[in-house]
């Protein structure tokens, strides 16, 4: 129902668009699955990068399914033959980074410019505008570092979801909870008709 709903909504706004997606090492990162579905459905053509942590949380099994792509997870392609992801190319290639769930760890990282994965070497080199979706426990969403960070990553002109309040997977309750993949393809929709 919710994906017939953004289907109608949003009919054309995604179709083609090249959207690259990074999912960081948040329980939410099971959504990754949902959002990548939707996009595709609605014509958009989707790379995913995994985190070393969200890989433990969502299969690139899954994801690479879902995208019809491989899913790129390091820097690395193939060590033996020295053959490596170009994150210059991926940041070029994107017409839009989503970053959906972003955890605290990445949202430091991005927010202090350092980049040891993919996920945020690709980040520093984009273009592109940037959308993230911040996920984690009450206590981790509130800490002053956090919203520090949300708020300087806003100050750069990155788009940062605020993440509804709801039952979090600690069974604490309140705000911290990933906006949901339906509400992430809407936004980008509303975003790309202008
Ligand atoms: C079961 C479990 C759930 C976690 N959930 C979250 C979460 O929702 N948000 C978050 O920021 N970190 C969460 N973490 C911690 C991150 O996985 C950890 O900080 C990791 O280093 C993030 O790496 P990344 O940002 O490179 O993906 C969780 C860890 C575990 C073991």
Known sequence: ??????RNQEPGNLHNRRILLGVSGSIAAYKAAPLVRLLVQVGAEVQVILTEAAAAFVTPLTLGTLSKKPVLTGFLRDAASGQWHNHVELGLWAEAYVI??????????LAQGLCPNLLS????SARCP??????????MYAHPAVQQNIQRLRSFGNHVFDSPAGELASGLSGP???????QIVAELGR????
């Open 176 to 182: 911290g909870r990933m906006l949901e993949p339906e």
């Open 191 to 194: 975003f790309f008709v202008g």
């Open 121 to 124: 070497a690709v980040y520093l």
């Open 100 to 109: 959906a769930p972003a955890s605290a760890n990445t949202l430091g990282q």
């Open 130 to 139: 940037v959308f993230l979706a911040p996920a984690m426990d009450l206590d």
């Open 1 to 6: 129902m919710a994906e017939l709903k953004t």
